[in-house]
């Protein structure tokens, strides 16, 4: 890839105002580098990185996209959804996500006491160093348990104390799959279902997700993703012509550490499948 004279296109990025670690300014410089022609930020549950964002690309000429990865719940299962194209003056859109990152943060307090009370470890001050981020998630308590020497890295820390049945386990809780899809298409974004070959779902439930993401005004599917195995492409490609779906690209980046996750996805895809770019307005000259 590093060799291609062909720009980027990545749709799902993270900042340090979720639980990316890189700044927006640095993940633009690094997309940048990765010659990105076009960009979203999409934090969790935040608009807080956009206009620094938004600044840093115009400085470096890409194609700035604001986003926002919202998080939901269908039969219990936790998805996520990526809108494009946000709205950030949006009333509505914006009175949820604060309703959003005040169940993070209350989430977080739960997480703490339970580690404190079942694992007699410091938790209410790992959930009080955590939730100073703006948009808080497990994994940033995940790195302080590493910090602190609770585990060696944070899939250790998400499997021996916040994963289910694990000491400091608590249930999410965020609004339904409906909720976040009204809020999307009421502020006017386009909404991507994030990752859909990562849910535990069976073939047939993940066919009723897509069915109900498509009811509710869903745009694309994301279908190039790193680390996507090709049965996995193949499945998405299919739900994609199935639902008359458009096919998003992104990195999820969240870490430079990561070495098999670098920013920015081609534009190629497989055949009969229609790019999210075609769903975004030109880019202004």
């Known amino acids: 890839m590093d060799a291609s004279p062909e720009t980027l296109v990545d749709f799902h990025t993270h900042s340090h105002f979720s639980d990316g670690v890189l700044s927006p300014a640095a993940l633009v410089e690094r997309a940048r580098t990765r010659r990105v022609g076009t960009l979203a930020l999409t934090d969790h549950d935040t608009t807080a990185g956009l206009a620094e964002a938004r600044a840093a690309c115009a400085a470096a000429q890409i194609h700035f996209v604001p986003g926002v990865e919202l998080s939901a719940q269908w039969r219990g299962q936790t998805i996520h959804i990526v809108g494009l194209q946000v709205d950030e003056s949006h009333a509505g859109f914006l009175s949820h996500l604060d309703a959003v990152l005040q ?90 279902l994030a990752h859909p070959h990562r849910y535990r779902l069976s073939s047939g439930q993940l066919r ?78």
């Open 103 to 192: 169940r993070r943060q209350e989430r977080l307090r739960e997480i703490g006491e339970r580690l404190e009370k079942r694992a007699r470890l410091p938790g209410r001050e790992l959930a009080a160093r955590a939730a100073i981020a703006t948009a808080p998630t497990r994994l940033h308590l995940a790195r302080l348990l590493v910090e602190g020497g609770h585990a060696r890295d944070t899939q250790e820390a998400f499997d021996r104390w916040l994963n289910r049945d694990k000491a400091g386990h608590v249930p999410a809780e965020w609004p339904a799959l409906t909720a976040a899809m009204t809020v999307l298409r009421d502020s006017g974004a386009i909404a991507v």
């Open 208 to 285: 009723e997700l897509t069915a109900a993401f498509a009811q509710e005004g869903g745009a694309a599917l994301e279908a190039s993703m790193a680390g996507m195995s090709p049965n996995d492409a193949d499945r998405i490609a299919s739900l994609c012509r199935r639902f008359k779906l458009h096919a998003s690209m992104g990195s999820d980046f969240h870490d430079p550490a990561v070495p098999w996750n670098p920013l920015g996805r081609w534009l190629k895809l497989a055949s009969g499948l229609e790019p999210v770019t075609n769903c975004l307005p030109e880019p202004r000259r």
